[in-house]
């Protein structure tokens, strides 16, 4: 049996071959990007787990960057998706102050696996999730969940439109 057929049994799909080499292709299928996005989320959550202060206000800048980002898809505008890019770009802004307040603690922390998982994103098939990671990497922890919100915005967005139709 080899590598494809086990990743087929056990559930998981990969059309990129990424799942049976491990080796990047210069294009992720969807299937590997949804899973490059959740280990991204997974590992910046593993970094946090350690630097409860840090944790906390990230947390709380996503929380709010995710309520922002429901109020302005909801809101009557012709660019919904573009007010909630707008929403993430500014919490983005938040993240970058909390990084530079919180410099100490992060000088003990290898941030090399967050790193490698958020350069595995620059491989997504999505646009959406090859530029957000790359501008929020910069920006330090909390980029990770702030790129999966543009999923949820897309989500939002498509649900929205699709309720307008009817």
Known sequence: ?????????SGRRCDCGYLATGTPPARLCFDCGDRALADWVAEEKSVLGPLPGYAVEVAEIIRDAAKNQAAAIKKRSNEPFAEAA???????????????????????VSLDRWQAAAALLGSDPRELFRKESKRFVKRGLGAAQLTALGADAMQIVVKTAQEKRR
């Open 86 to 108: 707008r929403e993430r770009s500014q919490a983005a802004r938040r993240l970058s102050r909390v990084r530079r307040a919180h410099r100490r603690e992060l000088d003990g």
């Open 1 to 9: 049996m080899n590598q494809t057929d086990r990743s087929r049994i």
